[in-house]
């Protein structure tokens, strides 16, 4: 067994680990978040389903357990990249990073100009981690219901 996480494309048999590792990872914003994070909405059921209909995922397994896991569509000609999630116990390993170039690979493979993400405005750790990756700001937006922005649209154009 391996004690480096090995990533591989997700299918919907990964959906019941892939909701479980999104709930575990996002647990730390709960109820830190206004408006609460749509992660704690995701079911198995839910990923299955997008997963059927061109949706895509990479997970990352250590010794045969789901550690962290990244979510991702096609977007404006770019591959948006979403619910990027690492167990807290597997942080720290570089594997956001990891699973971040997974899916550059997947977007150069894919032949698209570039690959986006958005982030909430109050998590500025994560800004940083997608600013040292390349990553610029490219717009803000708000939430429902909130006249002021709440995340802000990041994007990698890929050479």
Do not use: W
């Not at 494309?9 to 680990?17: E, L, N, Q, R, V």
């Not at 109820?31 to 609460?36: C, M, N, W």
């Not at 600013?131 to 429902?144: D, K």
């Amino acid at each position: 067994m391996s004690d480096s996480p090995i990533l591989r494309a997700a299918s919907a048999a990964d959906a019941p680990a892939l909701a479980a590792t999104i709930a575990a990872a996002f647990e730390q914003y709960r109820g830190k978040l206004v408006p609460e994070s749509g992660a704690f909405r995701e079911t198995a059921e839910g990923i299955a389903a997008e997963l059927a209909h061109g949706a895509g995922a990479i997970i990352a397994e250590q010794n045969g357990r789901a550690v962290g896991c990244v979510m991702l569509k096609p977007m404006e000609g770019d591959l948006y990249f979403g619910r990027l999630s690492v167990l807290p116990g597997a942080r720290g390993s570089g594997l956001a990073r990891r699973l971040v170039e997974a899916v550059e690979a997947e977007a150069r493979r894919r032949g698209l100009a570039g690959v986006r993400l958005g982030v909430r405005i109050v998590l500025t750790g994560n800004q940083r981690l997608f600013g040292a990756l390349g990553y610029v700001e490219v717009s803000r937006e708000a939430h429902a219901g909130f006249d002021h922005p709440t995340s802000i649209n990041m994007r990698k154009a890929l050479g």
